[in-house]
């Protein structure tokens, strides 16, 4: 039964929102958390974030113009409370599923999301193209950018502060601290002297000091400057955000609207510069179980309301993530070198296992990719065996140092690549679609794809023991496929592959992920007469070459099949065959990749499906190379 939420009821745009008095905002505060707790124990997603905004959303869209003025939520998974405050309450129960809405703000969603953020640290420098943009054509609007305190342990977000400090841009941005305390409220006199610094009043003498401060001395002048800026800091914090031009206001309590709203409009209708208004808020906040649980509770899968406890389906096999992690604790004790290196997801990654057992040999840098490569590159200078373990897509965000500071200098830098291909829920901006591209066209780089658990484990020891230059495994993301697991992996022979089944008349050579659905092709096109191989590549780069010639000397077709992009394992063997001349004997070869295209949000099996990489498509694509027709009944 959906909660009872008279107020909120009457709110179906901003627009309805504003028309309510500071008063009644409370009551809706309680009415949206409510909400958003019974729409994500339905849908799964993330929760914690979401909870902990709640108040800071409605003071936002209660004294901001939106969307004519810009709210950039950042990372866009704090967004579930603007998303059913801004006309999508009624499709919020489809959040994360297939043709429903995004878990992260979205452009083609809705006009009051400015800008997709699904990654971190992009708010501030998306907010001055924002605010320097409207300026350049003279329209006059506020631009808000929240950032987490996670996010802004990014390069990135410095960089866009020094940018718009320097240009004294008209920007606002909001640091939603939320876990590292920064800097905590202290009660009364903190709001009271945010609301005197944002206020016209402190504001308009300060202006007076700076005209005052112009005709003095500059010995004095610069005295005067900075006994204003350590007395205010003295009391307030926030001394590296002013030297980076920013006007600071905080910290403040963001359940507190009382005093959230004055400070809002102080800074709305101000026309002071950059300014960061630097919020205190909770994670989970108001809901007992994700209080309690933050770390549990950020993300989430369906849950009891009234418990907190999750559904979660009994796995079948141990999951990829869980296999790496345990394996690398194993290799951690027959090596003292070995070091794990994570970018602020030492759960995400199972690193985590890895630092459980060597506390002393793990490092988590934040959200720093670039840093976290570079960092494990001066790591390997040393002798040490550093494991970078990022997620496929986030690593793109450290490519400059791969290339300059791993791949030029040839330092065996190991990098486990997690949720290598689709992952369901949170489509298309989490998707592990280029790492092969990018990585393979790196000279010098080894690269990696595990089929199934047991291939992982060999993998990390393999990585474990390579120490010629960079070595990558890509892995995906969720449960292995059931094989039995050795005590302890295996070292594979560099660039060697496998063949797991033979056949005479149709080659499968699958790198990764697709190896099962490839089984699963074969035994169908068994049934229909047609012999078929199998095969396991291992290895992108360096390639089996002469796997790959054997199986286009004795076979009519190869199909090679990948979770992965144009430009991957495909374009080598394509390359390979052609330079070797084999297909000048007609050898009829079809790449299978990652269709041209983002996929959004549905299960990973959807997604496999609609990519045209599950049994069915390879079984079509071997058929149809023949120049025959797939039976109805193999294809139902």
């Known amino acids: 039964m959906r909660p009872e939420t008279p107020l909120l009821d009457t709110v179906q745009i901003p627009a309805d929102l504003r028309k309510l008095t500071d008063d009644q905002l409370p009551q809706l505060a309680q009415e949206l958390r409510t909400e958003m707790i019974d729409a994500v124990s339905v849908t799964g997603g993330h929760l914690g974030a979401g909870l902990g905004v709640v108040e800071l959303t409605i003071a936002l869209h209660h004294t901001f113009n939106t969307p004519h003025d810009r709210i950039i939520w950042d990372v866009g998974h704090q967004c579930y409370p603007h998303k059913i405050l801004t006309g999508r309450r009624d499709r919020i129960r489809t959040l994360r599923k297939q043709d429903g809405l995004s878990g992260f703000t979205k452009r083609s969603e809705s006009e009051y999301d400015p800008f997709g953020a699904a990654h971190s640290s992009t708010s ?43 240009m004294d841009a008209r920007q606002i941005v909001i640091l939603n601290d939320n876990d590292m305390s920064i800097a905590p409220p202290t009660g009364a006199m903190s709001h009271y002297l945010a609301r005197l ?83 205190r808020t909770e994670k989970g906040k108001g809901y007992e179980p994700a209080e309690s649980s933050a770390d549990k509770m950020h993300g989430v899968s369906k849950f009891n309301v009234i418990t907190g406890e999750q559904s979660k389906p009994t796995p079948n096999a141990p999951s990829y993530t869980k296999v790496f992690g345990q394996t690398l604790a194993q290799e951690g004790e027959h090596d003292d070198r070995i070091v794990g290196i ?8 199972g690193i985590d296992i890895f630092g459980e057992a060597f506390p002393d040999r793990i490092y988590d840098v934040g959200i720093a990719e670039q840093h976290a490569v570079t960092f494990a590159a001066g790591l390997a200078t040393e002798g040490l065996k550093p494991f970078c373990a990022i997620y496929s897509t986030f690593l793109q965000r450290g490519y400059d140092q791969v290339v300059h500071d791993v791949s030029i200098q040839n330092l065996p830098v190991r990098f486990p690549i997690d949720r290598a291909g689709f992952v369901g829920a949170d489509g298309a901006t989490h998707a592990g679609s280029f790492d092969v591209a990018y990585l393979g066209c790196l000279p010098g780089f080894t690269i990696m794809a595990a089929s199934d658990e047991a291939e992982l484990k060999h993998m990390v020891r393999t990585a474990a023991e390579f120490d010629e230059g960079p070595i990558a495994f890509r892995y995906p993301r969720g449960e292995g496929v059931g094989v039995d697991m050795p005590e302890r992996g295996e070292v594979l022979e560099i660039g060697k592959g496998r063949i797991v089944r033979q056949g005479t008349k149709i080659a499968i050579l699958s790198f990764g992920s697709r190896l099962a659905d490839s089984l699963l092709a074969a035994e169908e096109l068994q049934r229909l007469g047609l012999s078929t191989t199998v095969a396991d590549a291992r290895f992108a780069k360096p390639l089996d070459t002469d796997l790959v010639e054997r199986l286009a000397r004795e076979h009519e077709v190869l199909i090679t099949v990948e979770e992965g992009s144009v430009g991957g394992f495909s374009s080598y063997v394509l ?43 390879i079984l079509a694509t071997a058929v149809a190379a023949l120049g025959m027709e797939v039976p109805v009944a193999a294809n139902s």
């Not at 004095?220 to 955000?241: I, Q």
């Not at 994570?342 to 990654?349: H, K, V, Y």
């Open 124 to 166: 501030i420098s998306a907010g001055l193209g924002m605010a320097e943009g409207s300026r350049l054509q003279g329209v006059k609007r506020d631009v808000v950018s929240i950032i987490g305190d996670g996010s802004i342990t990014a390069g990135m977000a410095y960089e866009a502060m020094n940018n718009a400090g320097a």
């Open 197 to 279: 610094v944002s206020g016209k009043t402190y504001r308009g003498l300060r202006e007076t000091a700076k005209q005052l401060n112009e005709k003095l001395p500059k010995f004095l002048a610069d005295k005067a400057r900075k006994t204003e800026e350590y007395a205010r800091s003295f009391w307030t914090g926030g001394t590296m955000f002013e030297e980076l031009g920013f006007y600071y206001v905080g910290p403040i309590d963001g359940h507190n609207l009382s005093a959230l709203l004055p400070i809002l409009r102080n800074v709305r209708d101000s026309e002071q510069g950059p300014i960061l208004i630097h919020v």
């Open 342 to 349: 994570t970018a602020a997801m030492p759960n995400g990654t």
């Open 575 to 617: 390359h390979h065959l052609a330079t070797c001349g084999a297909l000048d004997a007609g050898l009829k070869v079809r790449p299978m990749v990652m269709p041209d295209e983002y996929i959004d949000q549905m299960s990973p099996d959807a997604m496999i499906e609609r990519a045209g990489l599950d049994s069915r498509a």
